[in-house]
């Protein structure tokens, strides 16, 4: 008997799950629902939220505008709807960041090799 595989990628998430994800808390997504319209999960009959993936994305973009980039909410409604492709940002931003561990790595590296040399030095004494 072949019994079907079940996708594991998810149509729909609950409020608590897209917190979950996101870190935020529900009023904020429900404030956020208010002021960006491109922010809008789908209602059940019962009024339950159900967000899509797109929606979670879009509350990762907002998320980046205000909590990252300290936008207000007019800057990060009109940065929204010009917003480039959101993964490319965070590339970015990683390629950043890993080239200021390397130079903190380097200054550690270059202080642990002169430490080094003075207790070699005392142990001589």
């Keep these: ?11 729909y998430y ?4 897209v917190c ?31 967000y899509t993936s797109k929606d979670i994305e879009t509350i990762k973009k907002i998320k980046y505008l205000l ?6 909410i007019e800057g990060a409604k009109k940065s929204l709807k010009g917003f480039t492709d959101f993964a490319e940002i965070e590339k970015q931003e990683s390629h950043q960041l890993d080239e200021e561990r ?3 790595l380097k200054d550690v590296q270059k202080q642990l090799r002169e430490i080094k040399k003075l207790t070699e030095k005392l142990k001589e004494k």
């Design 1 to 11: 008997m072949i019994r079907e595989i079940k996708s594991k990628t998810k149509y």
């Design 14 to 17: 609950t409020m608590g799950e």
């Design 20 to 50: 979950n994800i996101t870190g935020l808390k529900p009023h904020v997504l429900r404030f956020w629902e208010t002021q960006f319209p491109q922010l809008h999960p789908r209602r059940k009959e019962r009024s339950n939220r159900r």
């Design 67 to 72: 909590y990252v980039k300290g936008f207000k």
């Design 102 to 104: 390397k130079k903190i």
